[in-house]
């Protein structure tokens, strides 16, 4: 008998444990059809994926299991990419894999190699590159990189470049262009290529750097360590977009035998990242998880059981949501967001209490005790809470406004403010004019800094538009990441203390007491002068007498800085898109966070090469000595857009990727002509003059270059004769190159090539 007994205890065990077992697996999640491998090594295939027939939607999520690796790889083939898999997420859309890295390394002038993993670009075929998760890096101190995409016939380019003189330059965990360079990618790649190029062979940096390197991806934390690192990795990962056909929800509903999204929990939308007629997506209904491609795919979320719930006491799940209750003595729906627990009063109702009199409500339930004894009682406590209360407070208050102050205090040091009130103390004029503004008083003007009130964005910030007392301000938010750029905020408050110009933007004063640094300036209404030249719509507008006055304003401005400030300044980043201009188009230039103070015993100072690409002075980018003429090579470049109304760099102009050598080389040739802005040929005397003065201004020594104050007085001159004798527009503009400026420019005739249409995003 006792060892039948053990027997029957022993099954009745069994029994419950394989009970448990099966509502364990009745409950496990579901995430490939029946029948069908759901796992490949240790990475998850949901459906619509699979790797069998019938086991995935369509051709296009096909998944390639490799048994020959340790553990098996999940491999995705699209025309001749074949991408290791390493995530597939059915919620969000996204599937992550390996992509390739490209380098290209020098021993001295020699290239040594240039290898992109096996391949040399990335085909995702339907599938789409994620450009809210990934970015494209170059790292290197010699590198210009570019990537080129496409999405359906359309080809979009973008690029950086990243150059450093030394390895002490280099700033780990910053990739703002020295030693590794960072840009956003367009939305709605299908494929990309990329391009990697040196301007020196990495002659001057080849026993620390002899490679560049170029990849999209959506982890990177950059170190100087990657310089040799890289050349060991052969991928890093990225993220891709995935949607279920071409169609809208509304137009898949219609016919069930093909819509997706077949679990009765699901819903479909359409991501906010993928253009019309893109496809949708399945995601299972609130108070569910799980895949809802698949029937019964989507399941209960228990949020009582996970504490995902909202509510102040007791949970209790329910089939799609939860809900709330309160213990004894209380009421209320129980959720922190609604009505929570509350205290029942049973005193004042004599059906829920048993006292024949005195009875005290206390939390959650009731006494009943003698009337003088309870209120002696809550009087002592009413009294000894208060004054608990009263001190905690006191404390608590005192202490906050004492870490606020120490706070703002060093907030205040980090930002550099007894350094910059040093350089400000004895500078006339310097303190007068400028505020110190509240970090309240920005907030309030910003509407705590909404996405609506961008201006436009930096290299060291971004810029805010604001409402203060009734005035219209422009707030210029840093993005302090290091000390170097501590000093570029510094050194703009600075520049800008000692100018006083009509066609200078005015600082109106800074916010130091924050972690981010602010800057506040006048308001500028109607944009930069590169918005306004290269805006088809806005650029007919902008006739030869205004583009004169712009670049005569603009000229004077750079003369006065350089010699006739208290102490001279060169601005070192002078580009069509740092000159801000007002309702009647005057000029004002901006943006002085690269610029520098030449006391008069200096002709050249010595910095870390920065400015924008096409702009930068060639003597300047190879020896690192900036000088006045760095400023005049500069605007010759922005002579040369307002005549041409062409980008400074791109991709469109034949042979050549600046502006400034292709303006050159069409004055050489005699084919100025073809270039010109057609809205310019009016003027074609004046345009001859203000050609030959930018060619004298882009003149490669810095040397034999004019000054800004001789460049101000030519176009000043211009601006007079342009006055006495106006010109008179021709309608007819094809006559008029012929006649006008075929004689006075020397014009020759050029052809250009219109086979691919490009369009850079």
């Known amino acids: 008998m006792g060892c039948l007994r053990v027997q029957l205890i022993t099954l009745q065990i069994l029994v419950i444990l394989s009970s448990v077992a099966i509502a364990a697996q009745a409950t496990a999640a579901i995430i490939a059809k029946p029948g069908c491998d759901d796992h490949c090594g240790n990475v998850s295939i949901p459906y619509p994926f699979g790797m069998t027939q019938g086991c ?47 380098y290209d390394c020098y021993a001295g002038m020699r290239r040594t190699a240039t290898r992109y993993s096996g391949q040399t670009f990335l085909d995702l075929g339907k599938f789409t590159i994620s450009s809210t998760k990934n970015k494209f890096t170059a790292v290197g101190c010699d590198t210009y990189a570019v990537v080129r995409g496409w999405k359906d016939t359309k080809i979009c380019t ?80 990225l993220v891709a977009d995935w949607t279920i056909g071409n169609e809208t929800c509304e137009v898949a ?68 949501n939860y809900n709330c209750t309160c213990p004894p003595g209380y009421h209320g729906d129980g959720r922190r967001d609604g009505e929570r627990c509350q205290d029942i009063d049973e005193c004042a109702n004599p059906s829920l209490n048993k006292c024949k009199k005195n009875c005290f409500n206390t939390v959650g339930s009731y006494t009943c005790r003698d009337q003088s004894r309870v209120i002696k009682l809550a009087v002592g406590l009413a009294i000894g809470s208060t004054a608990l209360l ?61 996405r609506s009130r961008i201006l436009g964005r930096g290299g060291y910030g971004t810029v805010y538009k604001g409402e203060l007392a009734g005035k219209t301000i422009a707030i210029k938010k840093f993005k302090i990441v290091d000390k170097s750029l501590t000093e570029q905020f510094i050194n ?104 520098r103070l030449a006391p008069s015993d200096q002709t050249q100072l010595s910095t870390i090469v920065q400015g924008t690409l096409g702009y930068l002075d060639p003597e300047y980018l190879q020896t690192s000595q900036m000088t006045e003429k760095s400023d005049v090579y500069s605007f010759g470049v922005v002579l040369a ?71 101000a007085m030519e176009l000043e001159a211009l601006m007079r004769k342009a006055e006495k004798h106006p010109w008179i527009s021709n309608e007819s503009i094809t006559e008029e190159k012929k006649s006008l400026l075929g004689e006075q420019l020397n014009v020759g005739t050029s052809t250009t090539n219109a086979s691919e249409e490009v369009s850079y995003c």
């Not at 959506?218 to 100087?224: I, K, L, P, V, Y």
């Not at 004169?548 to 800085?561: N, P």
């Not at 791109?650 to 002509?673: I, M, N």
């Open 56 to 102: 995935y939607l369509d051709d296009v999520f096909l998944i390639t299991c490799d048994n020959s690796s340790i553990p098996p790889k999940p491999i995705y083939g699209s025309n001749e990419s074949n991408l290791n898999v390493t995530k597939i997420d059915v919620v969000e859309g996204q599937l992550h894999i390996l992509n390739y890295i490209a």
């Open 158 to 237: 973008t690029g950086c470049f990243s150059i450093c003189d030394g390895i002490d330059s280099v700033v780990n965990g910053s990739c703002s262009g020295i030693g590794c360079c960072q840009v956003s990618i367009p939305n709605g790649l299908q494929g990309i290529n990329l391009t990697l190029s040196s301007y020196y062979n990495h002659t001057d940096i080849i026993d620390f750097n002899p490679c560049s390197f170029a990849f999209v991806t959506d982890e990177f934390n950059f170190s100087s360590n990657l310089f040799s690192d890289l050349q060991h990795e052969t991928d890093l990962p």
């Open 253 to 320: 509903q219609k016919d069930q035998t093909s819509y997706a999204c077949v679990d009765k929990k699901s819903t479909c939308y359409e991501p906010d990242s993928t253009t019309p007629g893109s496809g949708y997506r399945c995601n299972c209904s609130a108070g569910y998880r799980g895949n809802p491609y698949i029937s019964g795919g989507c399941q209960d979320i228990d949020e009582c059981a996970e504490g995902s719930h909202n509510c102040e006491k007791d949970c209790i799940n329910t089939v799609g």
């Open 390 to 450: 009263v001190g905690i407070s006191w404390l608590y208050f005192g202490f906050k406004k004492r870490k606020l102050d120490n706070m703002r205090k060093t907030f205040f040091e980090q930002n550099g403010g007894p350094k910059l009130q040093k350089l400000l103390v004895g500078r006339e004029g310097s303190t007068e004019s400028i505020r110190i503004f509240t970090a309240k008083e920005l907030e309030k003007a910003s509407n705590n800094y909404d």
């Open 492 to 595: 703009e408050v600075v520049v800008l203390s000692q100018i006083n110009h009509r066609n200078v933007v005015k600082l109106l004063g800074c916010c130091l007491e924050t972690q981010i640094p602010s800057l506040v300036y006048e308001f500028v209404n109607n944009g930069t002068l590169f918005h306004n030249i290269h805006d088809n719509n806005k650029a007919s507008v902008i006739s030869w007498d205004i583009r004169l006055r712009i670049a005569t304003e603009t000229a004077e401005v750079l003369s006065y800085l350089h010699s006739a400030a208290s102490t001279p300044i060169i601005h070192g980043d002078v580009k069509s898109a740092n000159i801000l201009l007002d309702d009647k188009y005057t000029a004002k230039v901006s943006d002085f966070g690269a610029s």
């Open 641 to 711: 857009e307002l005549l041409t109304g062409k980008n400074a760099f791109s991709f469109d102009k034949p042979g050549e990727r600046t502006l400034a050598t292709y303006f050159l080389t069409s004055l050489k040739e005699g084919s100025l002509v073809n270039i010109l802005d057609d809205i310019l040929v009016h003027a074609a005397e004046q345009l001859e003059e203000v050609a030959n003065l930018a060619m004298r201004c882009l003149t490669v020594k810095g040397d034999e270059r004019p000054t800004m104050k001789e460049v």
